[in-house]
C-alpha cells in the first residue's frame, strides 16, 4: 500500500511546513444553537491545539459538549448553530471556507469516525461501495472519479452490487485497506452490506473508509463505547498502527479516563462545555490540578484497587441554565466564594504546584501564579492571583488579568 | 385510572390547539369542519321548504340572487340541497367510523391482549379484508344487503375496522410490555379492567388521528357509492348522487357539477388538514406501527 | 431472498383461501336468496327451484364452497346469470383494459410523486414545497370521480383537445389508445400520486437526519451524490410500501373511472354485476381483484426487499 506514491502526496507535502507550527489549532471557539427557547451556548471559548502525528485526548462526561468541538472542525453541525472563534488547519481558516471548499478538505485531509458505527453506515450500499467512492471522489486516479451512475438518482437504484470493482485501482486500494484494518476475506466481505459485519468489522471499516485518503488529522468520536472490551483494545491498537503507519493526527474523545490514559499524548478536559484543564497525558493522570479532574481519575476503579472508587455526584448542568462562575463550583469539593464570580482564565501550572488553602480568609497560601510556557494548564481559581481569593465575588474583577464572567 | 385517561385526553387536545395556532392549513381545516357542521345540523331546521319539492318551471337556472348556485333539472335549488346533503354524508361517514372504530379496538385490542391462536385468527381475518379494495367491498356488500341508509353506514364499518384493529393492536403489544401493565397483571387484575383501564387510554392518540383520518376516506367513499347508484337512496339528497344526475347535463348547466363536487373537496380537504394536525401533534410513530404490522 | 419468497408466499396463501371464503359467503349467506334477489318477487316457485337446481343451490354450503372453489382452480367461474357468458371469458377480455389503465396510473403517480416528494423535501419551506404540498393534499381531498367530470369539461368538451372517453386497444391503434387514456389516467393516478409525494417527502427529510448522511458529508461527498446516491434508496423503501398498499385504490377506483370513461373494462364488468346482483360474475371479480391486489402486494414485497438489504435476513 505505502508502495503507491500517490496516496503519501498529501502527508509528503504538508511535512515541510515547520514542526513546532500545529496542524490544528482551535482558538475562542463558541458555538451557539438557535432553539425555540432562545440561543443555548454549547461550547465557549475553546482553545485546542493539536501538532501533527500526536493523539489528543478530550475527554469529559455526556453533554460536555466533546462532540459539539470536534463537529464544528468539519463544520458538520447544522444551520442552527453559529460558530465563532478561529478553527485554523494547516494555515487554513476553515470557518471562512464554503461548502466546495471544504469539501476538499473533509474525508481527505481531515476525517472522522462515530461511536455507532452501525448508523454511521449506509444501510443500502455495500461497505466496499462506501469506501472505494470516498477513494474516487478524492484521489486522483484517471478515469476512476465519481460516475454519472451514481450521480443520478436512478440509474444508482440500479447499479449491481459489484459495481464498484469496475474502478479497477481504487477497488485495489480498497481491498488492500479492508486487509489492512483487520478484515478477513475482504474479497468478499467488500461486497457485504453493513448489517452482516459485527459491530467491531463495522467500525474497523469505518476506520478503512476514514484512513482511506491518508488524512492528517482523524476525528474519532467515542469509537469504542459502543464495543465489548476486548474488541475495544483491539480498534485502539489498530487506530495506533495506522496513525503511526501515516503519520496522522488523531483527536480521540471519549468520555473513558482508562482509554484516554493508553491513547493519547496529551489531554483536554471539557466540563459543561468549558475545557477546565489540558496537560500532557502522564503528567495530567500523576498530578491532576483541577478538581473535575481529580474526581473524573478517582472515578475509574483501578487493577489493584488502592485508588479508591469516588464517583461524582449530580450531573453536568444544563445548558440553558449554567451557573455564573465555574460551571463546576455546584459538585466541587473545594468550591468557595471566588468561584461564583467568574471563570477564570487558564493558568499554567508545574507538576509540584499545590492549590491554594483557604483555610483563614485573608492569610490564605496561595503559589506564585506560573505562566512560564508550561503545557500543563487548568482553569481553576485554586491555582490563580492571590486577590481573587481575597475579596469577596464581583469586586474581584479589577484584578485579574482576563476579565471573563459567565453570561 | 382515570386521572390517566384525563391526562391522555387533556394533552391530546393541548397538543392539538398548539399545533393549531402554528398551522394555518390545520387552522382552515378546523375552520371549515366546524362551519360544514354547523350548516349541516342547523340549516335544514331553519330552512321552511323541502329540499326535494320540485318545480319545474325554474328547471336549470344559473346562479341568482334568489339561488345562488343556481337550480337542477326539477328546479330545486342546490344550494338546499348540498347543505342538507352535507347532513346525509356527516351522518354516513361518522356513524360508520364509528361503528369501525368501536369493531377494531375491541378485536384490536383483544388480539394484542391475547397473543396466539385467537389474535393471529382475528389479524387473518383483517388482512383478508383488506385483501378487498375498499369500494369493491363496500359496493358488493351494499348489493348484497339491499341498498338502504344503515346498510351504507355497516359497509362503511366494515370496510374500515381493519385499519382500526392494526393500530390497537400494535399498541397495545407495546404498551403491554410497560411496567405499570405488568405490574398489575402481576397483582391478579381483572383482563377487562387492564384493558379498558390502563392499556386503552394510552391507545387514544392513534386513533383519534386515524378516526380523523377515516372519516375523509369515508366521505369519499360514500359520495362514490351513491354517485355509482348505490349509496343512499333516494330522495335523500346526497353529493354523490347530485354530480350523477348532473352528468347529462354537465355543459349546459356546469354548476350543478361543480357544486356538489367541490362540497366534497372542502370538506374532505378540511378533515385531511385537521388529520394531519392532529397526526403532528399526538402520534409520530403511527407509521412505524403500521410497518411493524407488515 | 429464496427463503424470504418462501416465507411471503406462506403469509399469501392464507389470505387467499379467506377471501374466496368471503367472495362466497358474501353471496350465498348475506344476500339471502340470490337466486330470489335474482328474479325479482315476481317469479314463480317453479322457475326459482328450476335455477337453483341449474346453479347447484340445494347442496350444503361447504359442498358447494367446494365445488365453486375446484370450478375456481380449474378455471371455470360459472356462468354470468344475466347473460349467459362464461365469466371466464368475460373476466379475460375486460381485465387487461383495466391492467393497463391501473399501470398507467401508477406510473404516472410514481413518476410524478417521487420527483415532487424529492424537490419538496430538497427545497422544504419554499414556494415549491407549498404548492406541491397544497396541490397534493388537494389530490387526495378531490374524489376521482368528481376530477374525471372536471376533465372531460375542461379538456374534452371546453377545449377539444382530447376524447371524453371510449377504448382503443394500444395495440391495435397506438396513438389513438393513448390519446383516450391520458385522461383517465390522470383522474386515477392524481390521489395516488398526493400519496406517493408526502410519503416521499417525509421519508427524504427523515432520512437526511440519519447518521449515515453526516458520514456522508464528513467523507466529503458533494450534496447531489449524498442525496442521490446515500438518501433517496433509503428514502425509497417506505415509500415502496405505500405504493403497494394503495393499488387496492387503483383496482376500486378503476370501476368509477371506467364508468366516467366509458372504458369497457373489469370495473365496468363489475359494477354491472353490483346493479344487476349478477351475483355468479360479482364472485368471479370478487376473488380476481383481491387475488390481483394480493399478488401485487406480494412483488411489492420483492421490491422492498431489492431496496433493503436488510430484509432478507430478518
Known amino acids: ?407 | 385510572m382515570t386521572t390517566e385517561t384525563e391526562r391522555a385526553r387533556r394533552s391530546v387536545f393541548g397538543s392539538f390547539l398548539r399545533t393549531v395556532r402554528r398551522d394555518k392549513l390545520a387552522l382552515g381545516g378546523a375552520v371549515g369542519l366546524a362551519g360544514i357542521s354547523f350548516v349541516a345540523i342547523v340549516t335544514p331546521w331553519v330552512i321552511g321548504y323541502d329540499p326535494s319539492t320540485t318545480n319545474l318551471a325554474l328547471m336549470l337556472q344559473p346562479p341568482s340572487m334568489e339561488h345562488p348556485l343556481g337550480t337542477d333539472r326539477y328546479g330545486r335549488d342546490i344550494l338546499l340541497r348540498i347543505v342538507v346533503g352535507a347532513r346525509t354524508s356527516l351522518f354516513v361517514a361518522s356513524l360508520g367510523v364509528g361503528i369501525a372504530t368501536v369493531i377494531g379496538v375491541a378485536l384490536g385490542s383483544i388480539s394484542g391482549y391475547y397473543e396466539g391462536v385467537v389474535g393471529e385468527s382475528i389479524m387473518r381475518v383483517a388482512d383478508t379484508v383488506f385483501a378487498f379494495p375498499a369500494l369493491l367491498l363496500a359496493l358488493s356488500l351494499v348489493a348484497v344487503l339491499g341498498q338502504h341508509q344503515y346498510n351504507v353506514i355497516v359497509a362503511v364499518g366494515i370496510v374500515y375496522w381493519p385499519i382500526f384493529a392494526r393500530i390497537t393492536r400494535g399498541s397495545v403489544l407495546s404498551v403491554k410490555q410497560k411496567d405499570f401493565v405488568q405490574a398489575s397483571q402481576s397483582i391478579g387484575e381483572r383482563d377487562y379492567r387492564i384493558i379498558f383501564g390502563e392499556i386503552l387510554p394510552n391507545v387514544t392518540a392513534p386513533i383519534i388521528v386515524q378516526a380523523t383520518i377515516s372519516l375523509a376516506v369515508a366521505i369519499l367513499l360514500e359520495s362514490a357509492l351513491s354517485f355509482l347508484g348505490l349509496g343512499v337512496p333516494p330522495p335523500d339528497p346526497s353529493w354523490g348522487r347530485m354530480l350523477a344526475e348532473s352528468r347529462d347535463f354537465m355543459t349546459q348547466a356546469p354548476w350543478w357539477t361543480i357544486a356538489p363536487g367541490m362540497a366534497i373537496v372542502v370538506t374532505v380537504l378540511s378533515l385531511n388538514f385537521v388529520g394531519d394536525a392532529l397526526r403532528d401533534a399526538l402520534d409520530p410513530q403511527q407509521e412505524d406501527m403500521l410497518e411493524d404490522e407488515r | 431472498m429464496y427463503r424470504y419468497v418462501l416465507k411471503r408466499l406462506a403469509q399469501y396463501v392464507p389470505v387467499l383461501i379467506g377471501v374466496s371464503v368471503i367472495a362466497f359467503l358474501l353471496v350465498h349467506v348475506l344476500s339471502g336468496d340470490p337466486v330470489r334477489t335474482m328474479l325479482g318477487t315476481g317469479a314463480t316457485e317453479e322457475q326459482v327451484e328450476h335455477v337453483r337446481t341449474q346453479l347447484g343451490l340445494n347442496a350444503p354450503l361447504h359442498v358447494r364452497y367446494l365445488s365453486w372453489l375446484a370450478g375456481v382452480l380449474g378455471g371455470d367461474f360459472g356462468r354470468s346469470i344475466m347473460s349467459g357468458e362464461s365469466v371466464s371469458s368475460l373476466i379475460l377480455t375486460t381485465l387487461p383494459r383495466t391492467l393497463w389503465l391501473a399501470f398507467g396510473a401508477a406510473v404516472l403517480s410514481i413518476g410524478i410523486g417521487i420527483p415532487a416528494g424529492v424537490v419538496s423535501a430538497v427545497h422544504r419551506y419554499s414556494k415549491w414545497d407549498y404548492g406541491a404540498t397544497l396541490l397534493a393534499f388537494g389530490g387526495i381531498s378531490i374524489p376521482n370521480f368528481f376530477l374525471g367530470i372536471v376533465l372531460i369539461l375542461l379538456f374534452a368538451e371546453h377545449l377539444a383537445w382530447l376524447p371524453s372517453g371510449g377504448y382503443v386497444s394500444p395495440l391495435a391503434d397506438p396513438v389513438e389508445g393513448f390519446r383516450r387514456l391520458i385522461l383517465p389516467w390522470i383522474a386515477l393516478g392524481t390521489a395516488l400520486a398526493s400519496i406517493v409525494m408526502r410519503m416521499m417527502r417525509s421519508s427524504l427529510l427523515e432520512v437526511m437526519n440519519d447518521q449515515y448522511i453526516e458520514t456522508a458529508t464528513a467523507k466529503g461527498l458533494t450534496r447531489d451524490l449524498i442525496r442521490n446516491k446515500h438518501a433517496i434508496a433509503n428514502a425509497l423503501i417506505p415509500t415502496v410500501t405505500i405504493v403497494g398498499l394503495n393499488v387496492g385504490y387503483l383496482l376500486g377506483g378503476a370501476i368509477v373511472i371506467e364508468e366516467i370513461f366509458a372504458i369497457p373494462g373489469f370495473g365496468q364488468l363489475t359494477l354491472n354485476a353490483v346493479l344487476n346482483r349478477d351475483f355468479v360474475v360479482l364472485q368471479g371479480v370478487l376473488l380476481v381483484t383481491a387475488f390481483l391486489f394480493t399478488s401485487v402486494n406480494f412483488i411489492v414485497d420483492l421490491v422492498y426487499a431489492y431496496l433493503d438489504p436488510r430484509i432478507t435476513y430478518e
Open chain 1, 1 to 407: 500500500m505505502t508502495a503507491d506514491p500517490s496516496i503519501t502526496s498529501n502527508g509528503e507535502s504538508e511535512a515541510k511546513h515547520s514542526p513546532s507550527e500545529p496542524l490544528l489549532s482551535v482558538d475562542g471557539l463558541s458555538v451557539q444553537f438557535q432553539s425555540l427557547d432562545g440561543p443555548i451556548e454549547a461550547v465557549s471559548d475553546i482553545d485546542i491545539r493539536i501538532n501533527r502525528g500526536e493523539t489528543l485526548g478530550l475527554v469529559g462526561e455526556s453533554g460536555s459538549g466533546k462532540s459539539v468541538t470536534a463537529r464544528s472542525i468539519l463544520r458538520l453541525l447544522d444551520s442552527s448553530a453559529s460558530l465563532d472563534g478561529r478553527i485554523h488547519f494547516d494555515d487554513t481558516d476553515l470557518l471562512a471556507l464554503d461548502e466546495a471548499e471544504l469539501r476538499p478538505i473533509r474525508g481527505n485531509r481531515i476525517s472522522m469516525i462515530f461511536q455507532d458505527a452501525g448508523a454511521a453506515l449506509n444501510p443500502v450500499l455495500t461497505v466496499g461501495d462506501q469506501v472505494s467512492e470516498t477513494i474516487r471522489m478524492h484521489q486522483d486516479i484517471p478515469g476512476e472519479g465519481i460516475s454519472g451512475v451514481e450521480r443520478n438518482a436512478l440509474t444508482s437504484l440500479l447499479r449491481p452490487t459489484d459495481w464498484p470493482k469496475r474502478f479497477e485501482e481504487s477497488w485495489a486500494r480498497t481491498i488492500e485497506l479492508f486487509d489492512r484494518v483487520g478484515i478477513p476475506e475482504p474479497d468478499r466481505r467488500a461486497f457485504e452490506y453493513p448489517h452482516e459485519y459485527s459491530g467491531g468489522m463495522r467500525q474497523r471499516a469505518m476506520i478503512a473508509m476514514a484512513l482511506s485518503c491518508r488524512p492528517e488529522l482523524l476525528i474519532a468520536d467515542e469509537p469504542t463505547t459502543a464495543l465489548d472490551v476486548t474488541i475495544e483494545a483491539g480498534i485502539l491498537d489498530l487506530i495506533e498502527e495506522l496513525q503511526a503507519e501515516f503519520g496522522t493526527a488523531v483527536l480521540f474523545i471519549t468520555h473513558d479516563m482508562g482509554v484516554i490514559n493508553e491513547v493519547a499524548d496529551r489531554v483536554v478536559v471539557m466540563y459543561a462545555g468549558r475545557i477546565v484543564e489540558t496537560g500532557p497525558t502522564r503528567e495530567l493522570f500523576e498530578h491532576p490540578k483541577h478538581p473535575y479532574t481529580e474526581a473524573l481519575l478517582d472515578s475509574v476503579p483501578t487493577l489493584d484497587g488502592t485508588e479508591s472508587l469516588d464517583p461524582l455526584s449530580g450531573n453536568v448542568p444544563d445548558p440553558q441554565n449554567r451557573p455564573s462562575g465555574c460551571p463546576f463550583r455546584d459538585r466541587c469539593p473545594e468550591a468557595n466564594a471566588a468561584c461564583d464570580g467568574r471563570f477564570p482564565p487558564a493558568y499554567g501550572v508545574h507538576p509540584e504546584d499545590e492549590p491554594a488553602t483557604v483555610s483563614e480568609r485573608g492569610s490564605t497560601t496561595v503559589p506564585e501564579p506560573r505562566r512560564d510556557g508550561s503545557d500543563h494548564a487548568t482553569r481553576c481559581v485554586l491555582y490563580g492571583d492571590v486577590d481573587v481569593l481575597q475579596h469577596e465575588p464581583g469586586l474581584s474583577g479589577s484584578s485579574t488579568a482576563e476579565p471573563e464572567g459567565d453570561k
